[in-house]
């Protein structure tokens, strides 16, 4: 991850767009709203009671089929992709979108309207860094089933290039590439969204794409067409008569681009990479893409991403002066030498804390542990994460010198790395839910010489001294 000098950015005002949902034929509107920093993406079906959310997030992908749809504790969000590429699409980091049905409107199947619509709305630069996810190695993933392949790797800025191969005549291989996410508005956006005929007969039969029309899918014909199919079409499309142009798509569209369907395809994996929930420094080559292998992807990569952050060592500089040093630290834990664990707090909010010890060869436990061999022991690892951890908890009292930190609970304990004399451990605790009832819940990492060396999950308990 690297928070670089670009600022997050929102919407200036709200906007509505109506329109109807592809799959279920139904009048929806979607209204784009402002978005505190650090908010990232999120829908809210306000045609449901209670108003709820669904965060754009790889993890509540349920199914990808004619679509990515996401699904929260049984509230579902059709479609996702068209919408949330128009945001990528124009740098938007944060936005809200409110939708009366599951679907956003399908428009003409493109993500052209929603850019328009949020650019009427009006761009606006937020005060927090925007953080990016800059790719240091190649991360891949590959669907065995359908040969689709998705490769991330080391780029100056976030580019993609799709490869599709349909293996018919009417549509073989193409390519699309995106260089400069500033060109997706000029190069991307207005790419639809297609389908072969075959798949069109079988999705009319079923029922579904009932907002389908000839202006918002582009239609292959993969195969002849029958008068039985040609009757299906024209009472489906409300079309008096439907014909082939000869470059093998159905009459009333005319192509926006030769690669049209390559293009359309980057779309969907502009928007389907939304769901990873930071911004991408890399080259994305996606060959064969579809929502399924897409999804899979994003979810990898998230997973990817939360293991960095997790592991990610705190970075201050050390000539600043300490947020607490080790006489206000003794001000508010009970601990004292030789069981102090803790030299200074470098970093305090409402949920994490820094702190950091020096560990040198006058520390008592040396002389036992071992003798010749110098090794912190690692349950003072775990004692001196705690006691930062303490700063955080008792932070949150007015008069924590009247307040006694007791541990119930040690999870998840691994050591990784031995500490010796010499060292500088940096602690880094937050809390895993809020506190109450005096019950703190953290997770901890430690560091030496930039390595993570510890890491646990506590739970301790906040008790006043009168009542001991």
């Known amino acids: 991850m690297n928070e670089c000098m670009v600022k997050q950015r929102t919407i200036a005002k709200e906007i509505s767009l109506t329109g109807v949902g592809l799959h279920t034929g139904k009048e929806v509107t979607i209204t784009f709203k402002p978005a505190p920093e650090n908010h990232g993406y999120s829908f809210i079906r306000t045609d449901l009671e209670g108003n709820p959310t669904i965060e754009a997030d790889a993890n509540y992908v349920v199914n990808t089929q004619r679509g990515t749809n996401l699904e929260k504790r049984g509230v579902k969000i059709q479609t996702s992709e068209h919408v949330l590429a128009a945001l990528v699409g124009l740098e938007v980091d944060n936005c809200i979108m409110e939708l009366n049905a599951s679907e956003p409107p399908i428009m003409d199947g493109s993500s052209k309207f929603f850019v328009e619509a949020v650019e009427m709305a009006?761009?606006?630069?937020?005060?927090?860094?925007?953080?990016?996810?800059?790719?240091?190695?190649?991360?891949?993933?590959?669907?065995?089933?359908?040969?689709?392949?998705?490769?991330?790797?080391?780029?100056?800025?976030?580019?993609?290039?799709?490869?599709?191969?349909?293996?018919?005549?009417?549509?073989?291989?193409?390519?699309?590439?995106?260089?400069?996410?500033?060109?997706?508005?000029?190069?991307?956006?207005?790419?639809?969204?297609?389908?072969?005929?075959?798949?069109?007969?079988?999705?009319?039969?079923?029922?579904?794409?009932?907002?389908?029309?000839?202006?918002?899918?582009?239609?292959?014909?993969?195969?002849?067409?029958?008068?039985?199919?040609?009757?299906?079409?024209?009472?489906?499309?409300?079309?008096?008569?439907?014909?082939?142009?000869?470059?093998?798509?159905?009459?009333?569209?005319?192509?926006?681009?030769?690669?049209?369907?390559?293009?359309?395809?980057?779309?969907?994996?502009?928007?389907?990479?939304?769901?990873?929930?930071?911004?991408?420094?890399?080259?994305?080559?996606?060959?064969?893409?579809?929502?399924?292998?897409?999804?899979?992807?994003?979810?990898?990569?998230?997973?990817?991403?939360?293991?960095?952050?997790?592991?990610?060592?705190?970075?201050?500089?050390?000539?600043?002066?300490?947020?607490?040093?080790?006489?206000?630290?003794?001000?508010?834990?009970?601990?004292?030498?030789?069981?102090?664990?803790?030299?200074?707090?470098?970093?305090?909010?409402?949920?994490?804390?820094?702190?950091?010890?020096?560990?040198?060869?006058?520390?008592?436990?040396?002389?036992?542990?071992?003798?010749?061999?110098?090794?912190?022991?690692?349950?003072?690892?775990?004692?001196?994460?705690?006691?930062?951890?303490g700063i955080l908890a008792l932070s949150t009292v007015p008069d924590p010198e009247n307040y006694l930190t007791f541990f119930m609970k040690i999870n998840n304990v691994k050591f990784k790395q031995q500490v010796n004399p010499g060292d500088t451990l940096i602690f880094k605790l937050e809390l895993m839910s809020p506190i109450r009832r005096g019950i703190v819940h953290m997770s901890g990492n430690a560091y030496a010489n930039d390595k993570l060396v510890t890491e646990a999950e506590l739970m301790a308990q906040m008790v006043k001294t009168k009542n001991l």
């Open 122 to 389: 009006g761009i606006v630069e937020q005060h927090a860094p925007r953080e990016e996810y800059v790719v240091k190695e190649v991360i891949s993933y590959l669907d065995e089933e359908s040969g689709s392949e998705i490769i991330l790797m080391p780029a100056d800025e976030y580019q993609i290039t799709t490869m599709v191969d349909f293996g018919t005549k009417v549509l073989g291989t193409q390519n699309a590439s995106l260089q400069h996410i500033s060109d997706f508005k000029k190069e991307i956006a207005d790419a639809r969204t297609f389908s072969f005929l075959h798949e069109i007969e079988m999705l009319l039969e079923n029922g579904l794409i009932k907002g389908g029309d000839l202006n918002n899918a582009i239609v292959y014909v993969d195969k002849e067409l029958s008068s039985g199919t040609m009757d299906k079409l024209r009472k489906a499309f409300g079309k008096d008569t439907i014909s082939v142009k000869p470059n093998g798509i159905l009459d009333n569209l005319t192509l926006h681009h030769p690669n049209e369907a390559a293009r359309h395809k980057l779309l969907d994996v502009v928007g389907d990479l939304a769901l990873v929930g930071m911004r991408i420094r890399g080259k994305v080559i996606a060959n064969k893409p579809g929502h399924f292998v897409n999804t899979q992807f994003a979810k990898k990569l998230s997973k990817i991403i939360k293991q960095e952050s997790r592991n990610k060592i705190p970075k201050f500089d050390i000539n600043q002066p300490p947020i607490k040093d080790v006489n206000q630290i003794m001000a508010m834990l009970p601990h004292r030498p030789p069981f102090l664990l803790v030299d200074k707090i470098m970093e305090l909010s409402d949920s994490h804390v820094v702190g950091l010890k020096n560990v040198t060869m006058n520390e008592p436990f040396f002389v036992g542990h071992f003798p010749g061999a110098p090794v912190m022991p690692g349950v003072l690892i775990v004692e001196a994460m705690a006691q930062t951890g």
